[in-house]
């Protein structure tokens, strides 16, 4: 089991509804992609290394859930600003996660 948190860390975290509006496979790269997501209050670019299990197009529209607050870092030469959530199965498989109906992006997660 992993270590646990308290509730006042958990409340640092700002998880939000984002809906990809651009994805495209990063140049050099066969695990990442470069994403364009909108939040409702702003877009941003993040990267995913989620290249071996998603293409791009099929990305575009899709509503998911990610991590806003993280902090910006650089990776080969782009910055990413957010991280989307995913689980990893025991054979290494990954799902983005995503709501279960449309919502309103930015959408506050709690």
């Known amino acids: 089991m992993e270590k646990t948190i308290s509730l ?9 509804i984002a809906k990809i509006l ?16 909108d939040l ?4 941003r670019q993040i990267l995913a290394g989620i290249a071996q299990f998603y293409e791009p197009e099929k990305l575009i529209g899709k509503e998911i859930a990610v991590l806003a607050n ?11 600003n957010g991280m989307l959530l995913a689980a990893t199965d025991t054979d290494g498989q990954i799902a983005i996660l995503t709501p279960e109906k449309e919502l309103t992006p930015g959408s506050k997660i709690s």
């Open 70 to 80: 993280l902090e910006p870092k650089t990776i080969r030469g782009l910055e990413s």
């Open 22 to 37: 651009k994805a495209e496979k990063m140049e050099g790269s066969d695990k990442l992609l470069k994403i364009q997501i």
């Open 40 to 43: 409702g209050y702003e877009q």
């Open 8 to 16: 006042d860390d958990f409340k640092k975290l700002d998880l939000r």
